[in-house]
């Protein structure tokens, strides 16, 4: 069993910036990739980016691709996304999510590979 809570959203302006934070517990965090996905209203969720267990490989979404960073600290049981230059449609809930052994880019970026999701946390960005 892991449980996730996500961290660090709130309101910001366009053009800001945001550090997400997703602390996990539970064993054996470094076997788990790592993924943060969001949803807006009336919107299907959608991915975000991803980060293999290792950290070696990652993820994005073309909408944040050049905007978010995705990091994780296997020590702290912590994975991030930092996200700069927001715009209004950013805004959304952000969940955090982790699969255990997901190698696959299929795997990595694909909301039903995920086995635990975090309750999410609010990010409004305003225009």
């Known amino acids: 069993q892991v449980l996730l809570v996500e961290s660090g959203g709130g309101l910001v302006q366009a053009g800001g910036s945001l550090r997400l934070s997703c602390a996990a517990s539970?064993?054996?965090?470094?076997?788990?990739?790592m993924g943060w996905f969001r949803q807006a209203p009336g919107k299907e969720r959608e991915f975000v980016a991803a980060?293999?267990?290792?950290?070696?490989?990652?993820y994005y979404a073309d909408s944040v691709k050049g905007r978010c960073t995705i990091s994780r600290d296997n020590a702290k049981n912590t994975v991030y996304l930092l996200m700069n230059s927001l715009k209004p449609e950013d805004t959304a809930v952000y969940y955090c999510a982790a699969g255990r052994y997901l190698g696959s880019e299929y795997q990595l970026i694909s909301n039903n590979q995920y086995d635990y999701w975090g309750q999410g946390t609010q990010v409004t960005v305003s225009s």
């Open positions: 980060v293999n267990w290792s950290g070696g490989r990652t």
């Open positions: 539970g064993r054996s965090f470094n076997s788990y990739a």
